[in-house]
């Protein structure tokens, strides 16, 4: 589904991806896990040509996009979604709106944009809220809205960055439930990076370890599901309590 061949990018005299190969299959759930600065960010931006490679080949769903025209590769684009750690919302458009601009900016066609939009915001669960500004919403309700902005156009491909760095620890469960869902139901291929190990082990089926810009190795793992968190207070005052004790 995804091919990185031996694929290079600096940034002025800093190589950050030093000829990396991979290959991320069809239907997996595929992590990128790393130390900060190892490059993940990068690599993932390399899959949508967010950043132009210096050297080597990209290939998305059978299109080599770094091979293409500016046109073709806006059309190849349209199967590659992608969300990030801070939402990325346009903040004076209501989450209809947000999820709207997607479906204009790929030339959806205008008498079933409505319904589209529509069908998206139930799928993330939130169809009540779709007139409602981002500086409204919860962080896991943006992330929701930016996931529904991400499935408009049917991607095959969803690219995910930090998805759940900014959320607390049971919305971080919600967020990747949607994800696994969206993999389990439409069949979407994530690719997942982040710097949370508990994250990665929970979904992924494969996981790339990444260290000072080349791939130290892929992992296949069996993912060990999604653990919500206890988040009541006496669940708190019970820890606080427990840590004490440790140190006493
Ligand atoms: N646009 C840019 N201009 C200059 N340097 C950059 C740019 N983007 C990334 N880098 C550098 O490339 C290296 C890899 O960055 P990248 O963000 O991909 O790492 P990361 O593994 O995602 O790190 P983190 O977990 O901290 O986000 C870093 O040293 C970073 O400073």
Known sequence: MIKLHQVSKSFSQFQAIKSVSLTINKGEIHGIIGASGAGKSTLLRLMNL??????GEVEVNGAKLTSLNSKSLRQARKSIGMIFQHFN???NKTVYDNVLIALELASY?????????EECLQFVGLKQLKDKYPAQLSGGQKQRVAIARALANNPQVLLCDEPTSSLDPNTTAEILGVLENINKTLGVTIVIVSHEMEVIKSICNRVTVLADGEVYETVLIEPN????VDNS????????KDGERDHA
């Open 109 to 117: 066609p205008k008498a079933e944009q409505r319904d589209r939009v």
């Open 225 to 228: 599901g999604i653990k919500a």
């Open 89 to 91: 919302l346009v903040a």
């Open 50 to 55: 967010l950043e132009i490679p210096d050297e």
């Open 233 to 240: 207070p006496n669940y708190f005052v019970e820890q606080l």
